[in-house]
């Protein structure tokens, strides 16, 4: 029996300050740029104001992408174009700077951490800070077994927990939000079609490395076989990932849940950070409002995920590597948001009068119309 008391996260997630927004969108409403010429970036200065509560909003100073490594044990069945148990390569090429995002988050002056949560290898194959919260090696074969034990399950969760208060009190401002899995695509399409209601055709995509379309149908039949598996725990958020989820997604749904807590704002990547964002939502329905969609991968669980959470991706750009990458593309717009709603400067005084006396006379007009109409209909009748 589990010690955690979900529930508690929807009584700490507050929304973001919808005062503070409102201000926000009047400041916009001064600026010398019309408003709407800029399009969604207004649109994120404005949630980036309400997050930190404060008007004009600062400059997003310090960002970081922080990714949860794991094994899953589903990748023995051939679902991934990767060999089961590769992560542990992954994550040393992320070590080294060889991987897409490290190239990336170099060049952005980002910092990474990856976190290690349940990868097929010895504890030692990394340093001591990418290792400590590890809960278990790999994760179980969710079509037959469980991924975790309740326990595994809990510890995971409250590991992706302290990890976002670390985040938080060190003075990181943003994260990027990624894994870095073998076999992890699998397990978040089963959490998103046991959450939306739906079959597994409909959320089994190609993953990262575009698979063959026999490998599509073995990974569709072990998301049917694993999805008969959760239905029965849906009730219970801790149970379903423990069911089919894994150490590295219970994380990542901890994680999620504390960084709403602490009103520290984040960047989804791919279909698994996605995945346990939906996880969060149905734990807290408040926590979606302090994440961004970073962009939108193609996969078809993270569009059915992301329209279920009335989240819109930033960023088109079809990337599936992972990683984060996809989500770090998109923090150039956020900061570039940021940017123009503090420094943008805000209309003369005369210039704004002006502006104010077109707009009445404008309403004035439209009330004139709107007189006349209302009057010739009535002489109809």
């Known amino acids: 029996m589990s010690s955690l008391n979900l529930d508690d996260f929807t009584d700490l997630i507050e929304r973001p300050d919808g005062g503070v927004r409102r201000d926000a969108e009047a400041l916009r409403e001064r600026r010398t740029v019309p408003p709407g010429a800029l399009g969604r970036l207004d649109e994120l200065g404005e949630w980036l104001a309400a997050a930190r509560g404060e ?4 400059p997003v100073e310090r960002p970081r992408v922080v990714l949860f490594a794991g094994d ?3 990748a023995r069945l051939g679902v991934s174009a990767r060999p089961a148990g590769g992560a542990e390569q992954l994550v040393r090429a992320v070590l080294e700077g060889a991987s897409p995002v490290s190239v990336l988050a170099r060049r952005l002056e980002v910092p990474v951490r990856v976190v290690d949560m349940a990868l097929d290898c010895p504890p030692d194959a990394f340093p001591p800070d990418v290792v400590r919260h ?25 590991a992706g927990v302290a990890i976002a208060d670390e985040e938080a009190d060190s003075g990181t401002d943003l994260v990027v ?43 569709c039949a072990a998301i049917r076989d ?19 989820g894994g150490a590295d997604l219970a994380a990542m749904t901890g994680f999620l849940l504390q960084c709403a807590v602490r009103r520290l704002p984040v960047i989804l990547d791919g279909v698994v950070a996605t995945a346990c964002a939906l996880v969060a939502q149905r734990i807290a329905f408040r926590a979606p409002d302090w994440w961004l969609a970073g962009h939108a991968s193609g996969e078809p669980g993270q569009a059915k995920a992301l329209d279920r959470m009335a989240l819109e991706p930033l960023l088109e750009q079809g990337v599936k590597v992972g990683e984060g990458v996809g989500a770090l593309l998109a923090l150039p717009l956020v900061r570039a948001a940021a940017a123009l709603a503090a420094e943008l400067p805000e209309k003369e005084p005369a210039e704004a ?18 007189a006349k109409a209302a009057e010739k209909e009535q002489s109809m009748d």
């Open 134 to 158: 590890r809960v278990r090696r790999g994760s179980g074969r969710i079509d037959i077994e469980d991924a975790l034990t309740l326990e595994e399950a809990e510890a995971a969760l409250r």
């Open 55 to 58: 008007v004009p909003v600062r």
């Open 226 to 244: 694993a999805l008969r598996r959760a239905r029965p725990v849906l009730g219970d958020q801790l149970q379903l990932l423990a069911a089919v």
């Open 177 to 219: 939000l990624g894994d870095v899995s073998v076999g992890g695509t699998t397990p978040a399409a089963v959490l998103i079609a046991a959450l939306c209601g739906t079959d597994a055709s409909v959320v089994t995509g190609r993953g990262g490395l575009a698979i063959d379309d026999l490998t599509w149908m073995r990974k």
């Open 72 to 74: 899953h044990g589903i």
């Open 353 to 370: 009068e002006k502006a104010t006396e077109a707009e009445k006379a404008a309403e004035a007009v439209e009330t004139a119309e709107a």
